[in-house]
T-cell receptor
């Protein structure tokens, strides 16, 4: 079974600074997907960024980028030029690429606070 | 565009009462649908998923059940709620390969 570990329960950073959230995972599969989801106070889960394991290039979405290290099974999220609206819980998640078994396995989350 | 709805948004129910939470998706057909639960301060745990009408897979044995009576409707039910059923329930749908999008969620408090 896959597991996802987020070792930073809480983080805080000044507005406009850069912050990196850590995530490690464990799987025996070679092809899979990794995700970062954001959960603001409204509690709706919002997809931030997605990485396909067979792609070596790190995914980027505007101010959000990942550092995907497949051999180390590490998947960190970097938020550049942080904004107050980035304050939220951030969850790392794993999904198998086997069709019909596309369930997400989540980490326990990191609570990120952007300080004005 | 596709949208996903959940209702009710919040619910307070006594122990032993029944439960019915509804999820519907618009703008797509035959989506894969998922029910997740988030306990306080925890990540999400997959409860059920469905790849089509009447097809339900259970991930965690528990006091809950799911049904899919229509293509774009997914229902989470219980005959008798337990205190441990309290939590935040999220429905999700599969938009494409390796992509899941979530509804706004239902906050359930069992008293």
């Amino acid at each position: 079974a896959q597991t996802v570990t987020q070792s930073q329960p809480e983080m805080s950073v000044q507005e406009a600074e850069t912050v990196t959230l850590s995530c490690t995972y464990d799987t025996s599969e070679n092809n899979y997907y990794l995700f970062w989801y954001k959960q603001p106070p409204s509690r709706q889960m919002i997809l931030v960024i997605r990485q396909e394991a067979y792609k070596q290039q790190n995914a980027t979405e505007n101010r959000f980028s990942v550092n995907f290290q497949k051999a180390a099974k590490s998947f960190s999220l970097k938020i550049s030029d942080s904004q107050l609206g980035d304050t939220a819980m951030y969850f790392c998640a794993f999904m198998s690429s086997n069709f019909g078994n596309e369930k997400l396995t989540f980490g326990t989350g990191t609570r990120l606070t952007i300080i004005p | 565009s596709q949208t996903i709805h959940q209702w009710p948004a919040t619910l307070v129910q006594p122990v032993g009462s029944p439960l019915s939470l509804e999820c519907t998706v618009e703008g797509t057909s035959n989506p894969n649908l998922y029910w997740y639960r988030q306990a306080a301060g925890r990540g999400l745990q997959l409860l059920f998923y469905s790849v089509g009408i009447g097809q339900i897979s259970s991930e965690v044995p528990q006091n809950l059940s799911a049904s899919r009576p229509q293509d774009r409707q997914f229902i989470l039910s219980s005959k008798k709620l337990l205190l441990s059923d309290s939590g935040f329930y999220l429905c999700a749908w599969r938009r494409g390969v390796g992509e899941q999008y979530f509804g706004p969620g239902t906050r359930l408090t069992v008293t």
